[in-house]
């Protein structure tokens, strides 16, 4: 009931202009004062000058971060390795800093996992994977940069397998397993990032390395009996002319017909019970864009060749994507904890390296998501995980509301800049909807183009997030739904940062995808969480994901609002708005 009472709409109209209504602004903003105070006490995370830290996002308490490395689940506990600079806020002096986990949202510090010390890594320990072997112990995989700077693969164990928290690990002695030579031709500029190994019904482990031939980017196969002598095969798993350097390959089985469970990376189909069907996900993290793309095909076991289901353009660029906005070097692994497949993934800043010098770090790393094949079997869905949930906190609840054209409504009651909002709205009556140009083919250049300023028919509606009172500054995360040459409705998700701050130093490029749903059968939901710079929105159930890094000037700690817009000429209905306060996570 409570809750109800602290929802309310605002007329933003009413608030920010004249002098009139200077009242009413003063005793909104005192309202808005008494949340920040009661959440900097309790909940809220910022430090003094530090408005752009995380709340409950992944990030160490300072310095560079960029790839995790290397996530598994061992004797109840999550661990997460990850790139890190101990000396500063740029990339350099890389070493696998570790923090274990019980929910994948509080993490503990266990020290440097993984640091230079050998030659075949003592120029760099890069990233990796996690393998079971047979009798259980996890193996890694990692990347070494040995003193002429070439790229090698090595071994580590750890050091006491009763161990829990896995602190120490000792390198194989054999390092490094894999290394460039004059007869197999590899780049040793080009040869990094293992994948998680898996094992055949032969007995043979299998295990895949990024690499590229002048531009075709491949991934190199290796094979061995042992996990410590590897052959390299004599072919690539899968390799694409064209599309330069793989970075971070991952390879892994998922379920067909819409099932969430998640898969052990060695599993390879018929013997899985009560299951008709496995295909298999490669994904890529391209060198040359920054983006991690992936395909879903099926990978023949007896020849170890992966052959995408749709070849062509969705091995490049113009394929699909696991995020659609600031997102790279992801990585799986399954949690047989919980029967699932979790994806992690680093977000980089866009702001100036003297910034990130400034503020003393850089880099953060997404919430945690269940990853499972869409019933459709053309895509992947992707959902936070359902621990973060356990950070909400106070909340509120709107069944119905209808949006007129050019309106914006203040969704009040939640600390606007650390929170989680669900908005979902009504079928729409896509006879009102404007027509699709068959040029506007490029998602994000449309997003671009159309950004939250420009009205259309059926949208921009969403939310805009981290605002300024008087909307100086916002993030607007949106749909806009056109009709298609054949008739059918064509939906654009977009998150616009062109307004995100009046820093105009950031990198404010609009981000959009197009998402596979058809509101007029069904209703169109938008999850965001909201995290100081970060803000991760998620299209109908997770079909498309976009994450922005935004550095508002005004919309900062208790000053940030929260908002629910409709730009379109015609009228949309909001079916459902919840939002929540998100407690801060325990990040050491
Ligand atoms: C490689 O390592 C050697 C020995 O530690 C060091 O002198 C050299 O500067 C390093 N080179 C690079 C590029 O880091
Ligand atoms: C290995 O770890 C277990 C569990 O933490 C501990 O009891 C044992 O003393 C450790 N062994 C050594 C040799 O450190
Ligand atoms: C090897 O890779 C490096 C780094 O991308 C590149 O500069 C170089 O041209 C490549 N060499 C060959 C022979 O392809
Ligand atoms: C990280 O972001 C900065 C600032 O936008 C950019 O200059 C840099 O190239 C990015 N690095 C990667 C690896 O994405
Ligand atoms: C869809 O939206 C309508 C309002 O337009 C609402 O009555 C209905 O409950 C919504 N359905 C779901 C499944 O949320
Ligand atoms: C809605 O469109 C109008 C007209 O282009 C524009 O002035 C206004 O800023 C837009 N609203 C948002 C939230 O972008």
Known sequence: MASLNLFSFFALLFLCHGALHLQASHHHVYSRLQDGVSAVGSSSSSSKGQPYRTGYHFQPPKNWINDLSGPMIYKGIYHLFYQYNPKGAVWGNIVWAHSTSTDLINWTPQGYGIYPSHPSDINGTWSGSTTFLQDGTPAILYTGINPKNQQVQNLAVPKNRSDPYLKDWVKNLKNPLMAPTPQNRINASSFRDPTTAWMGRDKIWRVIIGSKVDRKGMAVLYTSKDFVNWVRADHPLHSTDGTGMWECPDFFPVLVGGYKNGLDTSKLGPKVKHVLK??????????DTKHDHYTIGKYD??????????????????????????????????????????????????????????????????????????????????????????????????????????????VTGVTAEQADVEISFGKLDLSKAEKLDPSWTDPQALCTRKGASVRGALGPFGLLVLGSKCMQEYTAVFFRVFQGHDGKPVVLMCSDQSKSSRN?????????????????????????????????????????????????????????????????????????????????????
Request: with cysteine.
């Open 278 to 287: 496995v295909k298999h996900v490669l994904k890529v993290s391209l060198d």
């Open 301 to 410: 076991p007896f020849v170890d060749v992966y052959t995408p289901d749709h070849d062509g353009l969705a091995d490049q660029d113009l394929g699909m994507r696991y995020d659609y906005g600031k997102y790279y070097a992801s990585k799986t692994f399954f949690d047989w904890g919980k029967n699932r497949r979790i994806l992690l993934g680093w977000v980089n800043e866009s702001s100036t390296e003297d910034d990130d010098v400034a503020k003393g770090w850089a880099g953060v790393h997404t919430i945690p998501r269940k990853i499972w094949l869409d019933k459709s079997g053309k895509q992947l869905v992707q959902w936070p995980i359902e621990e973060v949930e356990k950070l909400r906190e106070k909340g509120v609840k709107k069944p119905c509301q209808e949006l007129k054209p050019g309106s914006v409504h203040e």
């Open 504 to 588: 105009d130093e950031n990198d404010k490029a609009s981000y959009g995808t197009f998402v596979d749903v058809n509101p007029a059968l069904e209703n169109l939901s938008l999850r965001t969480l909201i995290d100081h710079s970060i803000v991760e929105s998620f299209g109908a159930h997770g079909k498309s994901v976009i994450t922005a890094r935004v550095y508002p000037l005004l919309a900062i700690d208790g000053a940030a609002h929260l908002y629910a817009f409709n730009n379109g000429t015609q009228s949309v209905k909001a079916s459902r708005l919840s939002a929540w306060s998100m407690k801060k996570a325990r990040i050491g």
